[in-house]
Structure formats: C-alpha cells, structure tokens
C-alpha cells in the first residue's frame, strides 16, 4: 500500500525527469541544427508572412508576403505528435508544400531579382528544408519522443527571436535562423532552390 508520501515522491520525480528531458533537449537541439531550420521554416509559413501582410495594412510596407499563410500549422503538427510516424508524415507533408511554394516563387519571381540578385534573395527568399533537416528532428524524436520534439519545434517555430521590437523579424520580415547554422547572407542565398 503506497503511503501519501510515497505518491509525492513520485510525483516529484516524475517532474524532475521531465525537467531533465527538457534540459537535455535543449542542448541536443543545439546539435541539431536541421531542428532548428525547420522551425524557421514553420515561423517562415507562419508568423512572418503574417506579419509581412499585416504591415501592408498598416502602410509600414509596401508589399505583400509572397508566400501563403499557413493558419493553425502548428495545431495540425501537435495533433500527430501521438507517434513519430503519425508526427513525420504531417512534417513531410509541411515539407513537401513548403518546399514546393518557395520553389514557385523563386520561379516567379525571376525577372524582379534580375537587377540585384543578391538584395532580392535576401529580403524575399526563405531557405528550404533538406534531407538533413528531417534525419536531425527524426533523432531528436527517437531520443525524446515525439511529443516533446513536435511541442519543442512548434515552440520553436512560433517564438519571436528577438528583431525588431522584440517582434521576432528585422526590418524586411525575414528572420534568419542564427541557430540554423546560417551567418551571413551569401550562404542563406546558396541555401537557395
């Protein structure tokens, strides 16, 4: 028979475990740098182009997100977090529609970039999510499952990073991911479709 003290102890180990995973996690998703561009990825088909679109109305810029809003992206991938393959068939689904959106912009956008491509990539463009981005999250799910993994990368995904105002983007709406691995902007364009 398990005493009331016996119950608290055990509630209190099972906190500090999860506060250890948590603590592990973050410093293995340091090691991971794909983890933290896919989150960019998620934050780029999110918060940014909604921001971007929001500052049109507000005549702070001039024009449009060239990429779609991706409303309630981070509730479909919290939904599938029960099972990592449940998890990584929604994160390849995002994958294939935001890799496939950055592609057709590009494509479109190709006579705009044409008198400067460098400045045009840098305020219009967004990386692209690679193969090693998926292995990187695919060990962080195996090693802490995929519902601290997938609540991680959604937090991750949604959080401001710390531009202008604390909003979470620099003056153009484009944030780089500066644990991506990603420092200047000629590799962000050789990141590039």
């Known amino acids: 028979m398990t005493t009331e003290q016996d119950q608290h102890d055990s509630v209190l180990s099972l906190e500090s475990r999860d506060k250890d995973d948590l603590t592990e996690f973050c410093f293995a998703s340091g090691e991971h740098p794909g983890f933290h561009r896919i989150?960019?990825?998620i934050?780029?088909?999110?918060?940014?182009p909604?921001?971007?679109?929001?500052?049109?109305?507000?005549?702070?810029?001039t024009e449009k997100s060239l990429y779609t809003v991706r409303y309630g992206l981070g509730h479909v991938l919290r939904r599938q977090a029960t099972s990592a393959r449940e998890l990584m068939d929604a994160v390849a689904e995002f994958m294939l529609e935001y890799n496939a959106e950055t592609d057709q912009v590009y494509e479109k956008t190709?006579?705009?970039?044409?008198?400067?491509?460098?400045a045009y990539a840098r305020t219009h463009y967004r990386q692209r999510i690679q193969l090693k981005d998926l292995d990187?999250?695919?060990?962080l799910i195996k090693?802490?499952?995929p519902r601290l993994a997938c609540n991680m990368l959604v937090a991750y995904g949604y959080a401001a990073t710390g531009g202008k105002d604390g909003d979470?983007?620099?003056r153009d709406g484009n944030d780089v991911p500066s644990q991506a691995g990603v420092s200047s902007a000629t590799e962000k364009e050789e990141m590039l479709p």
């Open 168 to 170: 979470g983007a620099g």
């Open 136 to 139: 990187d999250l695919l060990m």
């Open 110 to 118: 190709s006579l705009e970039r044409k008198p400067d491509p460098q």
């Open 50 to 61: 909604q921001r971007q679109n929001a500052q049109v109305e507000s005549k702070e810029r």
């Open 39 to 41: 989150a960019y990825a």
């Open 43 to 48: 934050r780029q088909s999110t918060v940014i």
């Open 143 to 145: 090693t802490y499952g």
